[in-house]
């Protein structure tokens, strides 16, 4: 199924930008673009997980040849992606150095779009139990990543970064294709999910706040994060 609304939008609307010290641009409508929202003044919360060994600057790429499983355990059943460096070596570097370091775990999907996409990975604003509800979207780690040209399409069960409308502006922030879409390519392919759609539908079904936010009104949680070898 191809969204038409999302295409439409798209052209029509700028992201946002700046997640890191960047200057924010307009709001795009939900539907145009899986983005990551201007930086919050907001102070950030404490970690209830220990992240000291998470990245503070780019991880190594992840080599072409190899693939890793990461698999999410939230409310709604398990979600299980396969990540690989075919695809985009540095963020599917990225994604996995900060699955395994635990900086996914207890972050929730912040953002639901039906039939588009639901977005998460925001480790400052969006750790339970201390989800602030008012800027979680807008945090991330200290550092982004580098682009890379766009691997394959945006089809459904797709997993890519998030980003802003600047160049290099991805960290952490994720997002999981719901359907067959028309996006543009800027944003970093670097695996799908293997199982655990059905999970992903759930989330995608649970309240949000409709245009232009799409905001999490019971927010899933991805309660446990492991990496593990195909």
């Known amino acids: 199924m191809r969204l038409n609304r999302a295409a439409a939008t ?39 997980v220990d992240l000291a060994s998470c990245p503070t600057s780019q991880p190594p790429a992840m080599p072409a040849g190899t693939s890793k499983l990461v698999t999410l355990t939230t409310a709604k059943g398990t979600i299980v992606i396969k990540v690989e460096g075919a695809l985009s070596p540095i963020a599917a570097g990225n994604f996995v150095a900060l699955a395994a370091c635990g900086y996914y775990t207890g972050v929730v999907f912040h953002r639901l779009v039906p039939g588009f996409v639901i977005q998460g990975g925001d480790g400052t604003y969006g750790r339970e139990p201390s989800v602030n509800m008012n800027s979680v979207g807008t945090g991330g780690p200290a550092y982004t990543i580098k682009d890379e040209p766009v691997t394959g399409t945006y089809t459904r069960g797709t997993v890519a970064m998030a980003k802003t409308s600047q160049p290099n502006s991805a960290n952490s922030q994720f997002f999981i294709v719901l359907a067959d879409i028309q996006l543009s390519p800027t944003y970093q392919i670097f695996g799908h999910v293997t199982s655990g759609l059905d999970a992903v539908d759930a989330i995608a079904a649970m309240p949000n706040s409709g245009d232009p936010n799409n905001t999490a009104l019971q927010p899933v949680a991805m309660d446990k994060v492991a990496v593990s070898n195909p």
Not at 19 to 43: E, F, I, K, L
């Open 10 to 48: 798209l052209a029509a609307v700028l992201l946002l930008a700046g997640c890191t010290g960047g200057t924010a641009s307009s709001a795009a409508p939900s539907s145009a673009a899986p983005s990551v929202a201007p930086a919050s003044d907001s102070a950030a919360p404490a970690a209830s």
